[in-house]
Each structure stands twice: as C-alpha cells, then as structure tokens.
T-cell receptor, first 115, second 111 residues
C-alpha cells in the first residue's frame, strides 16, 4: 500500500458544527502532516507529527485540533470554524521528518466548505 | 531554505517536451532541488529531486546548472494528463524543516 487515504472527500459544515477529518497510511511512515490549501494558492503547512507526537504547529487557530492516535492515523478535529476556513485540507506522510529520498506522499485531500 | 522563482504559467503542445525552469540563485551547497506537481483538485505528487548531478526517472529529467543557481524539469513527451501546477522546492535533505511550497508554474498541455 503506497497511498495516503483521506476521508471524507467533501465536507460541508455549519459554523457551530463539530466534525473530523481522517487520514490513514500503511507505509510505515513515522511523520504525518496537515496542509491547508486555498483556491489558486500553494499548500501551507499547519501541523507536523513525528512518531505520534506533535512537533510543529504553525500558529494554527485552536478551532483546528490535530490528533495522532497511532502511527497510521491522523485526525483533524474541527469546531466553530469560519467561512474563511473553507479550503482543501491535505494530509501527507514521510519516512521521517527529514526525508532523503522520494519526499512526501500526499492524500487527495478533503474539500471543506463552511457555511 | 532557499527561495525559488518560477514562471506563473507555460503552455506546451502535446507530444512535445515541456521544459520548466526554476531559479534558485541563493541555494546552499547542502540544499537539494525537489519537484512536485499538483493536478487539479488532487494532492501534490513527488516527481524527482537532485543535488548537483542531472537526474532521470520514469516521469521526468532534472537538469541542474553547474553553479546550481537554476534547474530545469523536462517532461520528454508531454500528454494532456501532465497539465498541472509544478512546484520547484529547495531544501536541506536531513533537516527538520518541512516542505514549503512556492507559487509554482501552471503547465497547460495543449492538444
């Protein structure tokens, strides 16, 4: 299995809702990432997990709460989001936080719309 | 990590070679050049990377100038499915810093 699987592919939520995005990989990668991508912009790093511990938080608002229950799974819990949080949320993994070969493997993303 | 400069958009005829330039004039000796691409509404996909020698794989070739201040990604026979945004990224392999994407080049392959 050489894929990163993200669910759901599309999500519409209200500003008072609580929802979660899920990311899964079975490549034995020990680093996992969340990126946010607005339309026609490059992806921006949000969080990095290394060996199931949060190692980087790029000053992301607390309404985004990451969780790494095990080495294969990464969640992003969403609460009280704003319409400007609507974006494509990408998950990625790598063998470590300092990959030498082949870089990162990205999922196809979750298209989030906040109404 | 060194900053990169890429043209915002390029067109290429189907079947012809697509040559995508990237300027990284402030690159350090231990920084690698990575290329990723992102097809519309999909996640970025790794293409190739190199340090100073030219590299080739099943997807593309990477040509790095001798002074390492610029590089060119070559798709030898572009197809419509190669239409995507191509990102050139330079970073230190083995560093704790993460992938930082620039603006990229929108490549459109025309029939």
């Amino acid at each position: 299995d050489t894929e990163v699987t993200q669910t759901p592919k599309h999500l519409v939520m209200g500003m008072t809702n609580k929802k979660s995005l899920k990311c899964e990989q079975h490549m034995g990668h020990r680093a996992m990432y969340w990126y946010k991508q607005k339309a026609k912009k490059p992806p921006e790093l949000m969080f990095v997990y290394s060996y199931e511990k949060l190692s980087i938080n790029e000053s992301v608002p607390s309404r985004f709460s990451p969780e790494c229950p095990n080495s294969s799974l990464l969640n992003l819990h969403l609460h009280a989001l704003q319409p400007e949080d609507s974006a494509l949320y990408l998950c990625a993994s790598s063998q470590g936080t300092a990959p030498i070969n082949y870089g990162y493997t990205f999922g196809s993303g979750t298209r989030l719309t906040v109404v | 990590d060194a900053k990169t400069t890429q043209p915002p958009s390029m067109d290429c005829a189907e079947g012809r070679a697509a040559n995508l330039p990237c300027n990284h004039s402030t690159i350090s000796g231990n920084e690698y050049v990575y290329w990723y691409r992102q097809i519309h509404s999909q996640g970025p996909q790794y293409i190739i990377h190199g340090l100073k020698n030219n590299e080739t794989n099943e997807m593309a070739s990477l040509i790095i100038t001798e002074d390492r201040k610029s590089s060119t990604l070559i798709l030898p026979h572009a197809t419509l499915r190669d239409t995507a945004v191509y990102y050139c990224i330079v970073r230190v392999s083995g560093s704790a810093r993460q992938l930082t994407f620039g603006s990229g080049t929108q490549l459109t392959v025309l029939p």
